[in-house]
């Protein structure tokens, strides 16, 4: 079947992202989130984002209108009922997702298709308490959306070959990169990223070498885009403990444990980016580094120690 009318549960950081491309690639779209306050934060963040692409001369204000136009905010799930497919990107909890998941299939057409944008949770588990595990599978996103080109197809041992391949397709339509995989803890992207990101924690930790340079011996060593503890803090510290907590839950093997000095950053609120500090203190500009946090006898809260 081929998708041309969209529906996303939930209008946070993802499931707006996900919103928008839909609508830019000229598909109908409608946005379900659970009260009109948080609907609307979302539509704006679609508004500030599309609005920002103007200013700089990359959307015309006629694209962007037709863009807004092709959404629809709704509170009634009862609105996605034509939709062919319903994206849900709700909070990383299985329990949520199974919620949100019986309360669409109860108004969503029969052919239609369901799927989840976890990063980490078990795709069958979510299909297994559907009535239509055959048209479940994962679609994950990654963020900001809207800027990312990888989305992972996920396939579970139930999901119909059909299924997948409107997937995949739907992806491409959106001017995105599909790759498929099949429904294990991390998908492809995660099971290599998250060990990545633990480890340099883990050498930050036993005093290795201090934020800056571990960042700076994956930039300009290894040519990465960013070094990965500035990514575990543009992710959030909280995303990444949680998704680490599940992968070892499944595999319990060492790579995918926790670093203490990880749980204690979130404990105190060292998130990352959006709680101002992480490994770095978004206070100032460029960010200091947070070396204190090693313990180091020459580092304070202050910043002092700075590679």
Do not use: W
């Not at 599940?246 to 990352?272: H, N, S």
């Amino acid at each position: 079947m081929e998708i041309r009318r969209v529906g996303v549960v939930g209008c946070g950081l993802m499931g707006s992202g996900i919103a928008q491309v839909a609508a830019q690639a000229g598909l109908t779209t409608v946005v379900l989130e659970a009260s009109p306050a948080l609907l609307e934060a979302g539509l704006g963040r679609i508004r500030k984002f599309l609005d920002g692409g103007v200013a700089k001369g990359k959307v015309t204000p006629a694209d962007r209108d037709a863009v807004l136009h092709r959404i629809t905010g709704a509170t009634d799930a009862a609105e996605v009922r034509d939709c062919d497919v319903v994206i849900e990107a709700v909070t990383e909890s299985l329990k949520v997702k199974r919620d949100v998941f019986a309360l669409v299939q109860s108004h969503l057409k029969p052919e239609g298709i369901l799927a989840s944008n976890t990063s980490s949770l078990s795709i069958t588990e979510m299909a297994a308490a559907t009535a239509r595990p055959g048209r479940f599978l994962g679609l994950h996103f990654f963020n900001p959306v809207p800027l990312m080109k990888l989305v992972e197809v996920v396939r579970t041992l139930q999901t119909e070959a059909g299924v997948e391949e409107a997937g995949v397709a739907f992806v491409r339509k959106l001017g995105k990169t599909p790759i498929r995989t099949s429904d294990r803890t991390g998908f492809i992207v995660n099971r290599l990223l998250v060990p990545y990101i633990l480890d340099a924690i883990r050498a930050f930790e036993e005093g290795v070498g201090s934020v800056r340079d571990i960042d700076h011996g994956m930039t300009l060593g290894c040519g990465y885009p960013m070094g990965p503890l500035t990514l575990n803090d543009l992710v959030g510290l909280d995303t990444t403990l949680s998704i680490a907590e599940i992968m070892f839950d499944e595999f319990k093997e060492k790579r995918f444990a926790p670093p203490a000095l990880m749980k204690r950053m979130v404990t105190a609120g060292f998130l990352g980016r959006k709680s101002g500090r992480g490994f770095y203190d978004y206070s100032v500009e460029p960010p200091r580094p947070n070396d204190f946090l090693a313990g180091r006898p020459d580092a304070g809260p202050a910043g002092r120690g700075e590679a």
